[in-house]
């Protein structure tokens, strides 16, 4: 079964940082450019930016730069968001979706994790 | 100014048409992008419904029913999601998506209401 599945919820305190996993498992991992969306409560969709698996290479959203690391683990078939220096305005479900192409750019998200809802709580 | 602006709501009956309408900010030409649409229901994560650019290049999603089409308004610098026959299903929220600038945008997303 062609699907991504990430973890489940998870709390943090501000300042602190996250890492969300996202497992791909029915295609080959390494073939789709793998992205990142969140959306805070009641909130619209925001993208966060993109990893290349089978190289590594990223691209972030400018209002996460500094903020956010994309990695993965071909190994494992999992992508990874982590996010740093986290404050209540990252309170929000983390979402992986996979990119229809083989190359990032101008193509359709036709695969969505189920989502991961991050709470930064004092 | 947002890149996409969407109507924040939409209500409309059932078997009635609803057209969605996704304005780009002016500095930037519809003609020039693909309009990507998804469709999100309360605690789901969004589906790819089809995307628009023109009639020789558009694409609609895997098992998605043909009363969802797109279209573009040239003259309102706007992509269009036209959903023909409503059912309640429907209801949900719908967002578009462009490739600007090599990054993502999405616009601010239309809740639609099934009377």
């Known amino acids: 079964q062609v699907q991504v599945v990430q973890s489940g919820a998870e709390v943090r305190r501000p300042g602190a940082s996250v890492r969300v996993p996202c497992k791909a498992s029915g295609y080959t991992f390494t073939g789709h450019y793998m992205h990142w969306v969140r959306q805070a409560p009641g909130q619209g969709l925001e993208w966060m930016g993109w990893?290349?698996?089978?190289?590594?290479?990223?691209k972030y959203e400018q209002k996460f730069q500094g903020r956010v690391t994309m990695t993965r683990d071909t190994s494992i078939s999992t992508a990874y968001m982590e996010l740093s220096s986290l404050t209540s305005d990252d309170t929000a479900v983390y979402y992986c979706?996979?990119?229809?192409?083989?190359?990032?750019?101008?193509?359709?998200?036709?695969?969505w994790g189920q989502g991961t809802m991050v709470t930064v709580s004092p | 100014q947002a890149v996409l602006t969407q109507p924040s709501s939409l209500s409309a009956s059932p078997g009635a048409s609803a057209s969605l309408t996704c304005t780009l900010r002016?500095?930037?030409?519809?003609?020039?992008?693909?309009i990507y649409w998804y469709q999100q229901k309360p605690g789901s994560p969004p589906q790819y419904l089809l995307r628009?650019?023109?009639?020789?290049?558009?694409?609609?999603g895997s098992g998605v029913p043909s009363r969802f089409s797109g279209s573009k308004d040239a003259s309102a610098n706007a992509g269009i999601l036209l959903i023909s026959g409503l059912q309640s299903e429907d209801e949900a929220d719908y967002y578009c998506v462009i490739w600007h600038n090599n990054v993502y945008v999405f616009g601010t997303g239309t809740k639609v209401t099934v009377l």
């Open positions: 990893i290349n698996p089978k190289t590594g290479g990223t």
């Open positions: 002016s500095d930037i030409n519809v003609h020039t992008y693909r």
């Open positions: 979706a996979r990119e229809a192409g083989d190359r990032s750019g101008d193509d359709a998200f036709d695969l």
């Open positions: 628009y650019k023109s009639d020789s290049d558009k694409q609609q």
